[in-house]
């Protein structure tokens, strides 16, 4: 663990609040690149059946192959990515998700909702097994539409939802008077529990704001299972082995496109 991470900083962070960051993780240059990346792969898929998939009205989701994100190296050697990772995750984690998310603008606000149905190991367990890392691509302004949290809630549980992701309207003021917009700047990163309760919020600009999303489990998380993450030979043998062992893949000879599965139909409706 890097002695610059304090861990009970990082899971109180994480098991209060559900959420956390990092100011200037990385350089305006290098998230530039990272931008580059995203809308280079999004004009090859946002046309392709399957490529992209709708997460509301003007909204977007794209999974990606790690090898088209110049940066991605950068981020899963990040000494703060890795000391949060072994603090709530163990020293076992699996990276198993990268994609991102764009809102465009004309997005709406989404319905309050959580990533997926919250796990035994934290129902019972009272344990987070996974994690998001988020990066922006661009200054968050406030008529960006700014991703919002109510923190503390992943501890929140809701009966006879859909997927056990959508709380019911009649909890909603409980988000609402919890709720936290989050401005990240170019270079700053995220970490969050994707069971924590949040939404994006409608896009009033003329302007997209991408994310870039890393997705983490620990060992007994099945994240996986949702994602095809895909490596050409030539790429693992040119990661680092503190990248390569801490990366759920399939090799692939070429890499092959990423038919989009993870629909969440609850956002497909905005919250007005």
Known sequence: MDQRYDVAEIMG???GPGITGLKGAFSREWTARMAEDIWAIW??????PGGALPRGPERWYVEVHPERIRGFVDIATHPWVVAVCEAVLGPDYKIVEVGFDIPFPGAADQPWHRDFAVPEA???GRRLNSLAFNLTAVDTRPEHGPFEVAPGTQWDQFE????GMFPPRELWPRYI?????KMPQMGDISVRSALTVHRGTANRSDEPRPVLVVGVDAPDATNALHHDLQVTRVYLDSLPSRVRDHLTYRVAERLEPIVQHHTIEGLLTPAY
Not at 160 to 163: D, F, I, L, Q
Request: include cysteine.
């Open 122 to 124: 934290t129902t019972k």
């Open 13 to 15: 962070a994480l098991y």
């Open 43 to 48: 004009n090859e898929v946002k046309d392709v």
């Open 177 to 181: 008077e919890r709720a936290e917009q």
């Open 160 to 163: 006879g939802c859909p997927k």
